[in-house]
């Protein structure tokens, strides 16, 4: 089982920044494909972004695409994203999540096909 530990949300202005981080507990995420979601009240889980970490390929939702930004640290224990230029809508519990296989090329924003997921942290920001 592989234990996740997010953390890095807050409240923050429109037009600012925050970066979560995605820890795995016991160790590294060898070569799985982490993926970040989002849930704000009242709507479905959605894939924010993922990245395979064997090779490094990243994928982006069309709403975050040249804001944020999804990397690996080298010892492959830790996932980040950077969320810049943020907007109100950017609104929700973050969640970190692993698929023990890599990040799917078309399938990779669909949360049934992770195994695993952290807690959530919540990222408000105000207008």
């Known amino acids: 089982e592989v234990q996740i530990v997010e953390s890095g949300g807050g409240l923050v202005q429109a037009g600012g920044s925050l970066r979560l981080s995605c820890a795995a507990s016991?160790?590294?995420?060898?070569?799985?494909?982490i993926g970040w979601f989002r849930q704000a009240p009242g709507n479905k889980r959605e894939g924010v972004s993922c990245i395979s970490m064997s090779d490094g390929t990243t994928y982006y939702a069309d709403s975050v695409k040249g804001r944020f930004t999804i990397s690996s640290a080298n010892t492959k224990n830790t996932v980040y994203l950077q969320m810049n230029s943020l907007k109100p809508e950017d609104t929700a519990v973050y969640y970190c999540a692993v698929d023990t296989y890599f990040c799917s090329r078309y399938g990779w924003h669909l949360p049934e096909l992770y195994d695993y997921w952290g807690q959530g942290t919540q990222v408000t920001v105000s207008s």
């Open positions: 016991d160790g590294t995420f060898d070569d799985y494909g």
